[in-house]
């Protein structure tokens, strides 16, 4: 038989319907195999964990066969319990397979400390971004004599006056005493212009 006739009988046409037959069942097959070892369509849905302690996050995700790891911890937020989870990837109502590992951020127990820096003889508005950068917080703010005006001449916090390389938790309010631009004299210095007017004028 020649090859154009073969091509053309009947015999061709049934192993060709027979081969694509094959070629479908194993690839039916081996997609059905493929959603089986994959967990495919079995997505769990990552619970929201914010503010639970590590303890009750770990029963969570025990729960939903999830698996945990803790990443770091970030700065103190009051608006979280001490060692609560504060971040969390993949964020709540993810899909993902069993066995996943959600990767947890906790608060810190406090609020960490900075160095106060030497603002002595700085301008208030040097001082005041350098506090903020530092997370700490700008209190209250009074003046008393002196040439240099709007100049630090003081910082107190709870009342004290307190020095340059003293360590204090963020958030701390700073206390600030600033010139009021005039020249200031004492008393003594009043009473010796005096008494040489007086000298003087004798």
């Known amino acids: 038989m020649s090859l154009r006739a073969y091509l053309t009988s009947k015999i061709f046409f049934k192993q060709m319907i027979a081969a694509i037959s094959i070629v479908l069942v194993i690839a039916f097959v081996f997609f059905n195999m493929l959603s089986y070892f994959t967990n495919h369509g ?67 127990e406090s609020y960490a400390q900075v160095v106060l820096p030497d603002l002595i003889e700085k301008t208030f508005r040097q001082a005041e971004p350098t506090l903020k950068s530092l997370g700490l917080e700008l209190g ?20 004290k006056v307190v020095k340059p390389g003293t360590k204090l938790m963020k958030t701390s309010k700073i206390d600030l005493v600033l010139g009021d631009g005039k020249i200031a004299f004492d008393e003594n210095e009043i009473d010796s212009l005096l008494q040489k007017y007086e000298e003087g004028n004798e």
């Open 140 to 159: 209250e703010i009074t003046y008393k004599p002196y040439l240099g005006k709007d100049m630090v001449l003081e910082m107190r916090h709870n009342g």
């Open 42 to 108: 079995e997505e769990i849905t990552v619970p929201d964990l914010s503010k639970m302690t590590v303890e009750q996050a770990e029963e969570k995700l025990d729960s939903y066969d999830l698996d945990f790891v803790i990443l770091d911890t970030l700065d103190y937020d009051k608006d979280f319990p001490k060692f609560a989870v504060v971040t969390q990837e993949p964020k709540p109502g993810a899909k993902v397979k069993s066995g996943r590992k959600v990767y947890l951020k906790l608060n810190a």
